[in-house]
């Protein structure tokens, strides 16, 4: 949009539209361009209607909800600061767990720190961030099905191949783990089954 010459009447349908928000955007920036470019008579109009859009929020009359209502709001909000606040929550089907708020416990392998983020006991799956300090090493262990890693931060040994933050791998049921070990120390999500034999 090109904004030519035009009239007071043009100009205040412009200005109108512009400080309500409701030009398009392409329109709108020829519109900021044509203010830039000096016109005082659209820069006037758009103080003006500037003026009376900022307090359109405040022309309404104030209206008190029904006790009931206002009750019901007040619990929701409650209720929501208290979900909020705790490790793990769930809302609309949808799990929500805030590791940070998660305490590292201990694992089976020296040094080796775990945060479980979730228990699938119907596939007997378990949902973990592991972190291992710097030179600690897992227990050797078979996969009884498949599991899956992805390196967080840091560096991580895994079948003599070195892995960095992002990287994935995915070991087949049968496989062997033995030999992963960390250099400067990692975190990383793992998702395996609690199913899984030891080996060492």
Known sequence: MIIAAHSADEARDRAALYALGALPPDDARAFEQHLHNGCTV?????????????????????????????????????????????PEFERDGVRFVRSARLPWHEAVSPQVEVKTLFVDLERGYV?????????????????????????????????????????????????????????????????SSQRDEPLA
Do not use: N, W
């Not at 859009?53 to 208290?82: M, Y």
């Not at 560096?155 to 960390?182: F, W």
């Open 42 to 86: 659209c820069e006037a109009e758009v103080a003006a209607f500037a003026a009376v859009t900022a307090d359109l929020g405040l022309a309404a009359a104030p209206h008190r909800p029904r006790p009931s209502v206002r009750a019901r709001v007040l619990d929701r909000i409650a209720t929501e600061q208290v979900l909020t606040r705790q």
């Open 127 to 191: 949902t973990k961030l592991v972190r291992m300090p710097p030179g600690a090493a897992l227990r050797p262990h078979r996969h009884v099905d498949v599991e899956e890693s992805y390196v967080i931060e840091g560096d991580l040994l895994v079948s003599g191949v070195a892995m960095q933050a992002g990287d994935y791998c995915r070991a087949e049921p049968g496989s062997i783990h033995s030999g992963v070990v960390t250099r400067g120390g990692c975190v990383f999500i793992a998702v």
